[in-house]
């Protein structure tokens, strides 16, 4: 035998190892990958994101979806799996899962639910992406179809869903695609019946969902804006979806009197919950991150938004705004290093060392011939303990070639990387916290009406409908428990 032909063989004969059958779909998988791999990947990318992520610390709503995961999973393909749930502290409508049985569920997606089925529901959905090993699949498929490609999977470590930074691009967050997001569905759908709950409360969260992003294209068009709305869980389907209501329906029907909505518990244990921003900050603009500990000043009357990966302050105009990151820090690279690797950069212009509150660090600006339109004007590394915070200032005005300009925005940024301190104890101001509650309504009660008492914004009565499923129009029945914030 030639030794190409050898060679050959033996690619096929590792193929053949990989093959394993898939728990899910009972079809054979081409992933070369084991379940101790997979889990050591997804425990991985576990632990950097808790590291970088607002986790919502309320033990007895976090028992409560725990308590409702684990019965979901146990009911599906892969129980013997350990499973671990985790609420992220965000507003945005999200859930998502990793490798290996980490699953995700943001608090401001718990906002909007109406029953333990609907959040059992989202639950199974992302369950569904762990037992049909959908990120390895996809990263598997993504490879090509090479021996060699499909083999790199093994020694990528975690590349199977991206580093933390750029997690939250990954399909992990975002959606797998039409036919992996059906499939999830399907076995999702099946796992909720499996379980004792209703299938059909998938239909009910597909259509909360899409009250949300209707609102949200609304409100960008009202601003002049670009609308952003993005939901992996459920992204894919439109709100009369038949398929969706064909794997649903598969799933089977349950008797009446055995089936599993639970709208009362859920209420009881989602009053209180956060509504909203759960910040702490103090007055006069100054931005105080109470888990990671440091506290910076922005320009007077910039808005600061706590984004799933950044901290970006923003002119009120849209003409500048300042971006903070946070990564580990690489060993002992000295500040000026760790800022020209940050952005592939050999030389820096205005290169300033810096040295506040004890804290080392480096800023500059990107040389001009080297330096693109999407790039940043002012850019600072600050180390502060193992973790390394990157600064970027940028100028958003179209009309950015005027010097003036420039010197003008530039001084505010370096006024707010010299800012950049350790959190002390007197910045902490208490900050109103919104949370949700729930109220019977009488022969009086409008969302109207009650807008009016709800200090969350101009769009008050919009989100008081979307908290209780009345979007667009409808009034609350007399008597009907619904959700306000206080």
Not at 150 to 169: E, I, K, M, R
Request: one cysteine or more; a neutral charge.
């Amino acid at each position: 035998m030639k030794l190409v032909e050898r060679i050959f063989v033996s690619i096929l004969l590792l193929f053949c190892a990989g093959c394993a059958f898939n728990p899910a779909t009972n079809k054979p998988d081409l992933v070369l990958m084991s379940e101790e791999k997979e889990i050591s990947i997804g425990k991985e990318m576990h632990e950097k994101l808790i590291e970088s992520t607002p986790v919502y610390r309320d033990p007895v709503l976090t028992a409560y979806v725990n308590h409702v995961g684990q019965k979901v999973a146990a009911a599906s393909d892969r129980p013997d799996l350990q499973y671990h749930f985790t609420i992220i502290d965000s507003q945005d409508i999200n859930a998502f899962a990793l490798p290996g049985g980490y699953i995700y569920i943001n608090r401001g997606l718990l906002t909007y639910l109406h029953s333990e089925a609907e959040m059992a529901a989202v639950l199974a959905h992302e369950i569904a992406h762990i037992t049909a090993r959908h990120a390895v699949r996809q990263k598997t498929a993504a490879t090509g179809a090479s021996a060699v490609s499909v083999l790199s999977v093994l020694v990528t470590g975690s590349g199977v869903v991206g580093d933390v930074a750029n997690l939250y691009s990954t399909a992990a967050v975002k959606g797998y695609g039409r036919e992996m997001e059906l499939e999830a569905d399907r076995f999702g759908a099946q796992y909720m019946f499996n379980a004792g709950y209703d299938p059909q409360a998938m239909i009910n969260v597909i259509g909360l969902l899409k009250d949300q992003e209707t609102f949200a294209r609304r409100q960008a068009r009202i601003e002049g804006k670009k609308s952003q709305t993005y939901h992996g869980v459920f992204a894919s389907h439109p709100r009369n979806d038949l398929r969706l209501q064909e794997v649903v329906n598969a799933a089977g029907q349950l008797p009446e009197e055995s089936k599993e909505i639970k709208v009362e518990y859920y209420r009881e244990k989602t009053d209180g919950l956060v509504y909203g921003n759960n910040t702490q900050q103090s007055s006069k603009n100054r931005y105080n991150h109470k888990r990671l500990g440091f506290s910076l000043l922005f320009p007077d009357g910039w808005l600061v938004e706590n984004q799933r990966s950044a901290i970006v302050g923003s002119a009120a105009d849209k003409s500048a705004k300042i971006t903070i990151t946070v990564a580990q820090r690489d060993g002992n690279q000295p500040a000026d290093m760790a800022l020209r690797s940050e952005f592939d950069l050999r030389n820096l212009e205005q290169g300033e060392k810096l040295n506040q509150y004890r804290l080392e660090g480096h800023t500059g600006k990107i040389p001009t011939q080297e330096k693109d339109a999407a790039d940043p004007d002012r850019i600072a590394v600050i180390f502060y303990g193992s973790r390394q915070f990157v600064l970027q200032g940028k100028i958003t005005s179209n009309d950015d070639s005027e010097q003036e300009l420039i010197d003008k925005y530039d001084n505010l940024f370096l006024t707010s990387i010299r800012s950049f301190r350790p959190l002390r104890q007197s910045d902490i101001v208490e900050v109103d916290i919104k949370r949700v509650r729930y109220v019977q309504a009488n022969e009086k009660t409008t969302f109207a009406s009650l807008a009016k008492h709800m200090k969350i914004g101009e769009y008050a009565e919009e989100q008081l409908r979307l908290l209780n499923g009345y979007y667009p129009r409808g009034e609350p029945k007399p008597g009907e428990w619904i959700k306000i914030v206080q």
